[in-house]
Every structure is written in structure tokens, then in C-alpha cells.
């Protein structure tokens, strides 16, 4: 099987770029102020097409997680783990990545993204544990 690589829409476009600047952001409605991943050109719940992007924390916790076996992206090896992380700040978006653990991840468990630069000029987001406070 070849392997995958994300390529930018009109929507994720400019995601994507923010990404590879290191930045983290959701899109956020100007009619109705819902935020919402992954980017789409209208809002789905008021349905305009009047939105921003909003910086945000990329902090969350591990909602799920799945083992991959496919090797859908270049130079990744597999079996590898994904998550899917449900941000703090924004709680209705669900954002998905790698796992950065040294272990499996727990659900609820309290994570951060880390950016990975690949060979071929992309950017991904990974998730790792955040420090359990002392």
C-alpha cells in the first residue's frame, strides 16, 4: 500500500500553514461564535460563511485511540498509535495526531501538541502526556 500524504484543501489550506508555523487554531464562527475542526467554509450550526480563525491552547485530553498498522504517511513505522484529544479551551472539537508516550495513553489523560516536521516539508501534530501536577 502507498503511502498517504495530507494534502491542503480550500478549507484546511490555511490550517495547514499554521501548523507549519508551529500554531495552533480552530476555526470560530462570526455569526454564532461556534468553534469547529476540522476547518469547512460554512458553519454547521448556523450554517454562514463568516468565520476567523482563533488561536488556541494545543492542550486537551485523550478521549480515544486507535493502533494503526497501515502505513498511510511516509517514514512512519508501524504499528504506531493515534489519538483522538478533545481540546480543552474548545471542548466540542476533537482533534486526532500521533502519540508521543513512552506507553499507551490513558483516557483522560492530559496532553500537548508536538509538532513533527517531515521529510517531504510537512507538518504534523503529535500529542504528549503533559507532567502529572505535584
Not at 67 to 73: D, E, M
Not at 95 to 115: F, K, N, Q
Not at 123 to 133: G, H, I
Request: hydrophobic residues 35%; negative net charge; aromatic residues 12%.
Amino acid at each position: 500500500m502507498a503511502a498517504y500524504r495530507p494534502e491542503p484543501d480550500r478549507d484546511s489550506r490555511e490550517w495547514w500553514a499554521r501548523v507549519g508555523r508551529h500554531e495552533f487554531a480552530v476555526q470560530e464562527c462570526d455569526t454564532c461564535g461556534v468553534a469547529r475542526f476540522p476547518a469547512r467554509a460554512f458553519c454547521p450550526a448556523c450554517r454562514t460563511e463568516a468565520w476567523h480563525w482563533r488561536a488556541t491552547e494545543p492542550e486537551g485530553s485523550v478521549e480515544s485511540w486507535i493502533v494503526n498498522h497501515q502505513p498511510f504517511l511516509p517514514g512512519l513505522q508501524v504499528p504506531y498509535l493515534v489519538v483522538m484529544i478533545r481540546l480543552t479551551t474548545v471542548p466540542d472539537c476533537l482533534v486526532y495526531g500521533g502519540w508521543r508516550g513512552a506507553r499507551t495513553p490513558e483516557r483522560g489523560e492530559r496532553v500537548r501538541a508536538a509538532y513533527r516536521e517531515t521529510d517531504d516539508g510537512l507538518t504534523l501534530v503529535d500529542w504528549e502526556p503533559l507532567p502529572e501536577p505535584r
